[in-house]
Structure formats: structure tokens, C-alpha cells
């Protein structure tokens, strides 16, 4: 069975992600009888609109948040119920709607569901995450464009000329890259093909056994609180 430890503001939860077969064979009751467990998926939110307030996130008609999900920050995987479901973004501590849409969730699949651009014109994007343990000694790294008008753009590792990512335009993304993990790593995203650089995640350490996305959000064009920024989420962290 494999492990995960989510951690993100102190709160630590950890997830067992197995599949129906492995489910069915280590939950027996009193008798002896196997018996079939809830199925669920697991959902992860990201706020990566520039300019939105603290938002709530509902996987309907459930609240998934105990707190306020502020702009660059995300709430770790959730339980969620499998089959069609309805997920919104709202001001936090109220009924306005931000961005709402469905999804089709998956037993033992991971997802993450991003509120990305300004919130006049709000955009999601849901990606179905492709997880694996990565190898001893390695975390994974993956990176996603949120910015509308930064056009085409390269993740890389300072004063690395090789870009660990390239050309992502909006709500583009990449598979989850390997890289040496208790590592401390200052990371850019460069406009594709140059080496201007647009946003910098700077020392930050990635843990081996963990997987982590790098997120641009916010307009090229913009010199307040809509400016281009980079955050950075660790998604999950294998105990074995």
C-alpha cells in the first residue's frame, strides 16, 4: 500500500490511495468477510486568480475548506465522492459565485482544480494528476502556465540554460519532471526561448519523495496586485 503525507499551513493529513482490489483484501469485518469501501477521488484547489478575494472552494454542496484559500495558495487533497460533481470557487464566506464547473471523478484518482486570470473574466482549469512515486533520493516538479497574456513560456533552474519546461501557454502544463531531492533550488519562468524572466520561486527546497507544482499566475501587463507572480504547491509526499 502506498502512502501519502499532504502538508500545507500546519495541517497534516495522510491518505491511503489504493486501488478496489487492495481496498478489498485489508478490510475484512469481524467474521472474516471481506467487504467494498466508499470509493472515492481525491481533489486538490489552487487559487491562482491575481486579484480574488479569499475564496471558499465547494465540491457541492459541500464546503472542502476549513479556511479561506487566499491568492497563490491551495488547499491539499480532499475526499471526494466519485461520479459527476459539481466544483465552485466562491468569495470566501459568502454564496457569490466566482467559477463553477463538473468534473468526472474517478475512483483513487487525484486531481486539481485551478481558479486561474482576473476574476471579471474567471477561468478554471481541472487536470486529472499523474502521480508516482519518484525515484530514492528524487522529487518531481511540474509547472503550469496561469497566466492569459504571458503568451508561450519556459520553466528552468537558475543559471541552468536547459529549461526543465518548455513553451507552456495559457492553462498548459507538464508532466511532473524529476530532479534531486533536499535539494534548495531558485526557479524561473523565462518568456520561451529567452532569458527574460517573468517570475522566480527562489530557494526553495524540494523533499525527496515529494511531488510539487510551480504555478504562474496574473498579466504581463499589469504593475499592481495582478502582476506576474509564481507560487509553488507540494502536492504529495510518499512515506514509502
Known amino acids: 500500500m502506498k502512502q501519502i503525507f499532504t502538508q500545507r499551513a500546519g495541517m497534516i493529513g495522510m491518505i491511503c490511495l489504493l486501488t478496489t482490489t487492495l481496498l478489498s483484501s485489508c478490510l475484512k469485518d469481524r467474521n472474516d468477510n471481506h467487504y467494498q469501501p466508499q470509493q472515492f477521488a481525491l481533489v486538490s484547489a489552487i487559487n491562482a486568480s491575481p486579484d480574488a478575494q479569499p475564496v471558499d472552494f465547494f465540491l457541492e454542496p459541500n464546503r472542502a475548506n476549513n479556511f479561506y484559500i487566499k491568492s497563490g495558495e491551495s488547499l491539499d487533497y480532499v475526499n471526494a465522492y466519485i461520479g459527476k460533481r459539481t466544483v465552485t470557487f466562491r468569495v470566501g464566506g459568502s454564496q ?9 471523478l474517478k475512483n483513487g484518482n487525484l486531481y486539481s482544480v485551478f481558479l486561474a486570470n482576473v476574476v471579471s473574466t474567471p477561468d ?3 487536470i486529472a494528476d499523474s502521480v508516482g512515486h519518484p525515484a530514492f533520493g528524487k522529487a518531481g516538479i511540474r509547472y503550469v502556465n496561469l497566466s492569459p497574456d504571458a503568451q508561450s513560456t519556459d520553466l528552468l533552474i537558475k543559471d541552468n540554460a536547459t529549461p526543465l519546461v518548455s513553451a507552456k501557454t495559457y492553462k498548459q502544463y507538464s508532466s511532473f519532471i524529476t530532479v534531486g ?3 534548495s533550488y531558485t526557479f524561473q519562468i523565462v518568456k520561451h526561448g529567452t532569458t527574460t524572466v517573468l517570475a522566480t520561486v527562489t530557494n526553495v527546497t524540494l523533499k525527496s519523495n515529494t511531488l510539487n507544482t510551480i504555478w504562474l499566475q496574473g498579466l504581463s501587463a499589469a504593475t499592481d496586485s495582478k502582476k506576474l507572480s509564481a507560487h509553488m504547491q507540494e502536492n504529495v509526499y510518499y512515506v514509502n
Open 96 to 104: 457569490q459565485v466566482i467559477k463553477t464547473d463538473t468534473v468526472t
Open 124 to 126: 478554471l482549469l481541472i
Open 181 to 183: 531531492g533536499n535539494v
